[in-house]
């Protein structure tokens, strides 16, 4: 009777997960991934990786230094109050009369 029962749980978990595996067959590879790995295209991409960033670190650190340059420009050059103008922005709209409450 032991066996009867444990036969009677284990069998249709093993049927179910067979017919899902044959039906995620259809929409996946269900074999061993392969690991191997080829290093001659790695070392090739990784080079040509490398010039493009120390081009684009050396392009932002030209840009870097342009900005600096053109803030200590601006900031040498003094400005006189009188030239500046103040726009002043319009007054608030005044507030609502309220509504008296009935039993106010």
């Not at 001659?40 to 010039?51: A, L, S």
């Not at 030209?62 to 003094?78: A, G, T, Y």
Request: aromatic share 12%.
């Amino acid at each position: 009777m032991c066996c009867k029962g444990f036969v009677k749980r284990i069998v249709p978990f093993f049927l179910t997960f067979a017919v899902g595996l044959f039906i995620a067959s259809f929409f996946v590879t269900v074999a061993a991934p392969n690991f191997q790995i080829s290093n001659r295209g790695w070392r090739r991409n990784h080079r040509q990786y490398d010039r493009q960033r120390e081009l684009e670190i050396q392009r932002l650190q030209e840009e870097n230094l342009r900005m600096k340059n053109q803030l200590s420009e601006n900031d040498s050059q003094r400005f006189s109050a009188s030239e500046l103008k103040y726009n002043v922005p319009p007054p608030p709209p005044a507030a609502p009369n309220a509504v008296p409450y009935r039993n106010r």
